[in-house]
């Protein structure tokens, strides 16, 4: 079992940045790819970032692609999304999220409000 535990949003204007960091629980985080999603008033959960266990392939949404990036600390057990040039687009609800296809696990944290005013 793995406890995420996301933290960094908040209210923005556009053009601005966030980072945003998700916490994991116990010792077994470097072995799980870890992904940022987000889910938007009315609209579905959307991936937007992902980032292998090694770290080395990660993955981005189109509409996100030179404005975010995705970065691990299998040390600090931490996943981080730097946000930058914010858009008004860019507002939701942010999830992470920890997987290993291989052994059929999938974790979720609780989410962090994002809000880019324009």
């Known amino acids: 079992q793995v406890q995420l535990v996301e933290s960094g949003g908040g209210l923005v204007q556009a053009g601005g940045s966030l980072r945003l960091s998700c916490a994991a629980s116990?010792?077994?985080?470097?072995?799980?790819?870890m992904g940022w999603y987000r889910q938007a008033p009315g609209k579905e959960r959307e991936r937007v970032a992902t980032i292998s266990w090694s770290g080395v392939i990660t993955y981005y949404v189109d509409s996100v692609k030179g404005r975010f990036t995705i970065s691990r600390d299998n040390a600090k057990n931490t996943v981080y999304l730097q946000m930058n040039s914010l858009k008004p687009e860019d507002t939701a609800i942010y999830y992470c999220?920890?997987?290993?296809?291989?052994?059929?696990?999938?974790?979720w944290g609780q989410g962090t409000q994002v809000t880019v005013s324009s």
């Open positions: 999220n920890a997987a290993r296809t291989w052994a059929s696990n999938n974790y």
């Open positions: 116990g010792r077994t985080f470097s072995t799980y790819d």
